[in-house]
């Protein structure tokens, strides 16, 4: 599960562990039609993790329960996923928070569509992008988190959800996954700067807008 | 399909170009021996990339490789891939694509390239009438690549200002292909689906940055020129591609690929991140001409 030798050093092998975490982490995933598949991984992975540990530790005997070191990342994730953690209770589309888990897009749309033009607050605008995004029509899931992140810039939901996607879109890279090659393509570097600028400067609208 | 899905050659591994080369070769060879010399200048990237991710997630059938002769290199025997299921399966998507292709072009504004649809459509024709008859999964194709052109040509006449919404049709239609690889494992059809509907997505919008200037002045039906601020529909391009991008390459992270995943994996990470790059840098150079 790991890919590591049975002669692998407990280095390699919290390596190994360490990489796999970062490959399927619940927060590059979270809101993604994919989500389940992740965490069921990211299962897999802790439970192979704990087993090598523990036999290593009582010298190859048995395995005993102990916990893995991103443990805490084992279940259901965290992120800004509708219906995780941050999702209040006194929301007023917890029925629609439902549908967008449970995947079943089409009856949330209909719902989300059916909620009156002047009811539409910053929830709704974020529901409509999860929703979207989980459609794989992410222009327009962008454009519905920043209107979300612009209207309630204090909810942590709405923002990760923005800064997720716009840290896509400058990068071109799965969130929290760090470039492969080593070397940079051949482009001019001033662009990067630019680039680097532009990601600053959201930055600091996000910490303006959050203080 | 229109050849974007390609390596960044750079940091491909000598062994890895070569073996990608033999895939690309063994699926001309396909091409050549089910429907005969023409079919093989239809031979595109994105279809070889299409029998990597077949022969990489099937991991029951392992690709075979041996050396073949071929027009192109005529003295020296070349590595090359030998027929399997998924190569068949490759080849016979690229001629139903083919007819569709011809049939679109068929209700085009431009008078050479309605003559030249006209001329072609009896191969055309004869071509997917046997894809159908070698290839069983063919049919799914085939279906997806009609409902794909119907919805397609809707959405021009319509004149849809929707980025998104204009790119559904391809997305859809790469998706479902996808989809038929692997028909026994559901978990992994639902990463499979996600990501063909990533890349059908970017397929699309590539070529509709490809050709923003031409349709610019030629008028002819292009998403980035329909939204509101069209000024810098390069810029908006680049932000809707990189996006897919990232979205494609965290459903390929869920995938469970077998052989060749280091090639994909380029592919993935930096080739298509690298042809968006070159297509707007070709554009900055204002010159028409393909960079090597």
Known sequence: MLGVPPTATDDEVKQAYRTLVKKYHPDKYAGSPLQDVASEKMKEINAAYDEITSMRKNGGKSAGASGSYYGEYGGSGGGYAPGSGYASGNSQFSDIRRLIMQNRIAEAEELLDGVAAQQRDAEWYFLKGSVYYKKGWLDEALSHFAQANRMNPNNPEYRAAYQQCMYSRNTGMP???????????????????CIGMYCLNIFCNCLGGGC | MFGYLKPYRPELKIREAETYKAVYCGLCHELGK?????????LSYDFAFLSLVGMSVRQEDEACFGKCRCIAHPVRKQACCLPGKVQAFSAAAAMVLFYYKIRDDLADRGFRKRLRAFLLLPYAKFVRKRALAVCKQASEVDAAASRMTEAQQKLETEGCSSVDRAAEPTAAF????????????ETQAVVLRRFGYLLGRYIYLCDALDDLEDDRKTGNYNPFLCAEDSADAAEHAKGSLYLTVAEAGAAYDLLETGQFDGILENIVFLGLKNEVERILKKKGEGGNERSL
């Open chain 2, 34 to 42: 089910n429907f005969g010399p023409f079919a093989r200048l239809t």
């Open chain 1, 175 to 193: 969130f929290g996954r760090a470039n492969t090659s080593g070397t940079s393509y051949d482009d001019c570097d001033c662009c990067d700067w």
């Open chain 2, 174 to 185: 790469l998706s479902a292909v996808l989809g038929t690889f692997l028909p026994g494992d």
